[in-house]
């Protein structure tokens, strides 16, 4: 069964690095193209990066701290964060599509303490 999975998340005081992982499962899932969102405590649910080829793009609110990578096979993608700022404080999720279908996964919390 195709599915994504997030892991990684968790407390860290501003200036501390946290990464993340994204697993896509299944013959037919992969994350050649694929997105990072985060939403906020009350927010709506935000664009943070993305691979859409092989150069990665990043918003402007994580730009010079946070960088994506992936494996060889495109089945696992990684979100390193570092310089961790209280804003950075979300649920971060990944997504990928297929056809017509888009995928996510159920989401890592990531708490960002002042």
């Known amino acids: 069964q195709e599915n994504l999975a997030e892991s990684g998340g968790g407390l860290v005081q501003a200036g501390g690095s946290l990464r993340l992982s994204c697993l896509a499962s299944?013959?037919?899932?992969?994350?050649?193209?694929m997105s990072w969102y985060r939403q906020p405590p009350g927010k709506e649910r935000e664009w943070v990066a993305s691979f859409r080829g092989k150069e990665p793009d990043y918003a402007d609110s994580v730009k010079g701290r946070f960088a994506i990578s992936r494996d060889k096979l495109y089945k696992t993608v990684y979100l390193q964060m570092n310089n961790l700022k209280p804003e950075d404080t979300a649920i971060y999720y990944c997504?990928?599509?297929?056809?017509?279908?888009?995928?996510w996964g159920q989401g890592t919390q990531v708490t960002v303490s002042s």
């Open positions: 299944g013959s037919t899932l992969s994350l050649f193209v």
């Open positions: 997504k990928t599509r297929r056809g017509s279908e888009d995928y």
